[in-house]
């Protein structure tokens, strides 16, 4: 079976910018934040500092995909505001890197849960004590966020040994840690890899 599905990069390795660069207001601090429309309710809040935040927008709560560094925390939220009113009430990380997950102490202060890999988590517990997630998933989990289904699915080593993939079947969407997921798990560990994890996505969302 073909997957259609759109891929999009929850974080693009866009690595333009420096960290101590001044920032569009003058001062200094993160690159400045943009948000992107996707569809009606999938957006996507980046800069042009690494990871991204996709976000999801449900009838009863926002589900965001990966929440950058603490410092873009207060940023992330001013641009949700525009977007909707709703409370946060997941982050999933696509992996453990803190670009994707330096904000998750800052969520969880909100009422947010976070959701990651328990491969994410036991290598997070062992290198920071702030922002663990709480709700993890061995191979694959479903959430519904109203009536929105999301699967996300653990295949294995790639960029990480902690990724997730977010597949959400009705938009038809397949969203990864970024472009070079693939590319990761080819130089990581073969191209047999490689293909054995493609032919494992393809199976499982095509189910
Ligand atoms: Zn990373």
Do not use: C
Not at 15 to 22: E, P
């Amino acid at each position: 079976m073909t997957i259609r599905s759109t891929i999009a990069a929850g974080a693009l390795a866009a690595l333009a910018g420096s960290w101590g660069t001044a920032n569009a207001q003058g001062g200094f601090g993160p690159p400045e934040l943009t948000t992107v429309k996707v569809r009606d309710n999938i957006y996507m809040i980046r800069n042009a500092m690494s990871g991204n935040v996709t976000v999801l927008v449900g009838g009863d709560g926002v589900l965001l995909i990966d929440d950058k560094f603490a410092v873009d925390h207060d940023g992330i939220m001013e641009h949700l505001k525009k977007i909707t009113d709703q409370p946060v009430r997941y982050v999933i990380n696509t992996h453990l890197h803190q670009d994707h997950t330096g904000g998750n102490a800052q969520m969880q202060a909100l009422g947010a849960d976070v959701i990651a890999s328990e491969n994410a988590r036991r290598i997070m517990a062992e290198t920071q004590t702030e922002g663990l997630p709480n709700i993890l998933l061995d191979d694959y989990l479903r959430i519904y966020l109203g009536d929105m289904p999301i699967d996300l699915y653990y295949f294995g080593r790639g960029h990480t040994d902690g990724d997730i993939v977010i597949h959400l079947p009705e938009e038809r969407i397949v969203i990864t840690h970024g472009t070079d997921t693939m590319a990761q798990t080819a130089r990581v560990l073969g191209e047999a890899a490689l293909r054995k994890t493609i032919v494992l996505m393809a199976e499982r969302i095509a189910q």
